[in-house]
């Protein structure tokens, strides 16, 4: 009897499984009638999302970020160039969005992916149009040296909102950025410098005193959302974006002040309240952002913190980090 219960089951599971395979929109759009989907979040709500800091070593600033299945690894590496005549007091950023064949079935080797060039040209947009960043604070000496950005991020895992993933990834790699310490050797040239040779009885003449992060001035964050006639659904995946065509991408900054707003064609037409009801969501999801990434920053400094105390072994023994950022904060300040 159980057992014929048992087969039963999964003759339905297996019947399932055909039917949303072989008419993958009737199957989503039962699912829509009664508000939810068919990996039970609700239509508004996004996918967990973690953010780690500093997973690349020999970077100066890098993230790992996961939005639901979507993995992204962001890296900064500084180096110093000569600043424009145009710009002398200015640094510059460049930035590149990899897609290698690892990151989904559809990208083949040797064939770069379409849509990588399209997120590296939108991530440029957004962050030069946000003004997260100050270019000043990238300026060693002026109209000699000034650093160079150069952020690469890697498509690990590619299960769907691609660019809300990579924004992070860049906003998380920059939050954790420290610029380096440099001096100008005996042929004029501005070279890095290790900490270790700052120490001792012949200190070097440094350019600037100490590392430092840069103070971005407002981080923007973004939320993708997929239009199906009257429903709205916030952070699809890849399944999803391959079912339905209309999507709507919304960057806010961690003010929550509007920064763009990205459509790129699709079946339904986005009136003036479906914008409004998209902006709303992606406003929610801002905040739940911004909180994830202060969380995170605010345990590395708990670990840089008992890194320099080198008792970094005793740091879960003696507490979590969540338990003594507070009393970090304190010293730090």
Not at 195 to 218: M, Y
């Given at each position: 009897?159980e057992?014929?219960?048992g087969?039963?089951g999964l003759?339905g599971?297996?019947?399932?499984e055909?039917y949303?395979?072989?008419f993958p929109?009737?199957f989503?759009?039962?699912h829509?009638l ?7 979040r609700?239509?508004n709500?996004?996918?967990d ?5 500093g997973p690349?070593?020999s970077?100066?600033?890098?993230a790992?970020?996961?939005i639901g ?6 890296a900064?590496k500084?180096?110093?160039m000569?600043?424009s005549a145009d710009?002398?007091?200015?640094g510059?950023l460049?930035?590149e969005?990899?897609?290698p064949?690892?990151?989904s079935p559809s990208v ?6 379409e849509v ?7 991530l440029s947009d957004?962050i ?5 960043i100050?270019?000043?604070e990238l300026s060693?000496?002026?109209?000699k040296?000034?650093?160079m950005?150069?952020l690469d991020i ?6 769907g909102?691609?660019?809300d993933?990579a ?5 998380a790699?920059?939050s954790?950025l ?5 001096s ?5 040239r501005?070279v890095?410098?290790s900490?270790?040779l ?5 200190k070097?003449?440094?350019?600037n ?11 923007p ?5 997929i239009l199906?006639?009257?429903y709205?659904l916030?952070?699809?995946?890849s399944e999803?974006?391959s079912i ?5 991408t ?5 003010w929550?002040?509007?920064v763009?707003?990205?459509?790129p064609?699709?079946?339904v037409?986005?009136?003036m309240s ?5 902006i709303a969501v992606?406003?929610?999801r801002?905040k739940?952002l911004?909180n994830?990434l ?6 590395m400094?708990v670990i840089d ?12 023994a003696?507490k ?5 950022t507070s ?7």
């Amino acid at each position: 009897m159980e057992s014929s219960k048992g087969t039963e089951g999964l003759a339905g599971e297996i019947e399932v499984e055909a039917y949303r395979r072989l008419f993958p929109l009737p199957f989503y759009e039962r699912h829509l009638l009664e508000s939810v989907r068919p990996d039970a979040r609700p239509l508004n709500r996004a996918r967990d999302t973690t953010v780690a800091l500093g997973p690349v070593a020999s970077a100066d600033g890098s993230a790992l970020v996961k939005i639901g299945d979507t993995t992204m690894l962001a890296a900064i590496k500084l180096e110093v160039m000569i600043p424009s005549a145009d710009a002398p007091d200015e640094g510059s950023l460049a930035i590149e969005f990899h897609m290698p064949p690892i990151c989904s079935p559809s990208v083949r080797s040797g064939r770069p992916a379409e849509v990588a060039p399209v997120i590296s040209q939108r991530l440029s947009d957004v962050i030069t149009s946000s003004e997260m960043i100050n270019l000043n604070e990238l300026s060693l000496i002026s109209g000699k040296a000034a650093w160079m950005a150069y952020l690469d991020i890697y498509c690990l895992n590619a299960d769907g909102c691609l660019f809300d993933a990579a924004l992070l990834s860049a906003v998380a790699a920059f939050s954790h950025l420290q610029i380096p310490l440099v001096s100008v050797n005996d042929d004029g040239r501005v070279v890095a410098v290790s900490g270790e040779l700052t120490e001792g009885k012949s200190k070097l003449e440094l350019v600037n005193k100490e590392k430092r992060k840069l103070s971005l001035r407002s981080k923007p964050f973004s939320l993708t959302c997929i239009l199906h006639e009257k429903y709205i659904l916030a952070d699809p995946n890849s399944e999803e974006e391959s079912i339905m065509d209309t999507f709507v991408t919304v960057v806010l900054d961690s003010w929550g002040q509007l920064v763009s707003i990205y459509k790129p064609g699709g079946a339904v037409l986005a009136n003036m309240s479906t914008i409004k009801a998209c902006i709303a969501v992606a406003k929610s999801r801002v905040k739940e952002l911004n909180n994830i990434l202060n969380e995170s920053l605010s345990e590395m400094e708990v670990i840089d913190y008992y890194s320099k105390k080198s008792v970094v072994a005793q740091l879960h023994a003696d507490k979590p980090p969540k338990e003594v950022t507070s009393e970090v904060q304190k010293s730090l300040s």
